[in-house]
């Protein structure tokens, strides 16, 4: 252990305030013996004063390009456009293993450095159960922006809260509406965190999982006013929704939230649009008549930015305690490899 160094970068994109090693596990890092440099950055959640005060040392945005060789580098999501040979291992979610765009681009990038992508999606127990993850917030803030817009107080630019300012807005107002709700992949961590929201809102949502999605009642789902998709496929599977659903005359479906955001992938089961929304305009209108509005957010957990980034440094620190070769960290190796593979990198 006391030969790991770890190198935790700032993130480029301006809306993502999460870190996937808070200040406190930070300091149960370097007492373990890890090296442990924290770029400064003017978003993200934690000051880079508490990391100071745990022990780490302190470098400037971005210098992970020119970091020891040995070390690791470690972030949430995507990397700059340079450069163009990425010599270190990094940790990431980089989406990059089901013909996403651009996952070709970034695969080559680290094949032409010699470097490597331990995705942390692809972070996982022997029975292939992931080992840190951010589902539970990003199915809960899904459904709590799907219960906004549909009761027409979904504002614009969004912006970080608490999970306590979240909660006291989902409150039900007098003179709203009852709607019906449906969440796809309930029983996983991001289908959980979906109920709970909903039930935060005072709805009771309907729960479908592999039992309901082999044999799709389409006419069922379309009869829900508000859905939210929190599968992940990993094998081809029949869409839940395509374009002759969004034109039925009958469909009551009206708001719509794609947690999964698998958009790109020839494994995506909403195909029915083509790019995401964003924090900015988080909606966007796919019909008229009648209305059908779509939530697709990739970083959905980073609107609660400290309570997101502190279950999954809990999580992902047990993993850095027992950095390996083998193990977890030697399946996200393989994974990669077989990916460049795949690609003739």
């Avoid at 700032?10 to 890092?29: G, N, W």
């Avoid at 040392?57 to 340079?82: M, N, Q, Y």
């Avoid at 709590?144 to 107002?173: C, F, I, M, N, Y």
């Amino acid at each position: 252990m006391t030969d790991l160094h770890l190198w935790l970068r700032h993130e480029v994109r301006s809306t993502e305030r999460r870190t996937p090693i808070v200040p406190s596990d930070a300091r149960r890092l370097v007492e373990s013996g890890v090296t442990l440099t924290v770029e400064e950055s003017p978003q993200r959640i934690f000051p880079i004063e508490e990391y100071e005060a745990a022990g780490c040392r302190v470098a400037p945005t971005g210098s992970w390009v020119s970091a020891p060789a040995d070390a690791v580098v470690i972030g949430l999501k995507e990397l700059p456009d340079g450069p163009a040979e990425l010599t270190h291992r990094h940790i990431f979610f980089g989406h990059a293993y089901k013909q996403q765009p651009g996952a070709a681009d970034l695969l080559r990038r680290f094949a032409d450095g010699g470097g490597a992508l331990l995705d942390l999606e692809y972070l996982v127990d022997d029975q292939g159960r992931r080992l840190a993850a951010f589902g539970f917030w990003a199915g809960y803030l899904g459904a709590a922006l799907a219960v906004l817009q549909h009761r027409g107080r979904l504002v614009a630019p969004l912006t970080p809260t608490s999970k306590k300012g979240l909660d006291e807005a989902l409150q039900p107002a007098p003179d709203d509406e009852e709607f019906t709700a449906l969440v796809i992949g309930a029983l996983g961590r991001s289908g959980r965190g979906a109920c709970l929201a909903f039930l935060t809102a005072g709805i009771e949502a309907t729960p479908w999982d592999l039992a309901e999605t082999r044999d799709l009642d389409r006419p069922a789902l379309l009869a829900h006013d508000a859905m939210v998709n929190a599968v992940l496929a990993t094998t081809p599977v029949p869409p839940f929704l395509r374009e002759q659903d969004l034109d039925d005359p009958a469909r009551r479906l009206r708001t719509l939230c794609d947690v999964t955001v698998d958009v790109g992938s020839p494994l995506n089961v909403l195909p029915v649009y083509e790019r995401t929304t964003e924090w900015t305009e988080p909606v966007r209108r796919l019909r008229k008549e009648p209305p059908l509005d779509l939530i697709a957010i990739d970083n959905l957990p980073s609107l609660l930015p400290r309570e997101s980034s502190t279950d999954f440094s809990s999580a992902l620190l047990l993993q850095l305690l027992e950095f390996e070769t083998g193990g977890p960290w030697g399946r996200c190796l393989d994974r990669f490899h077989q990916a460049c593979r795949e690609l003739g990198c």
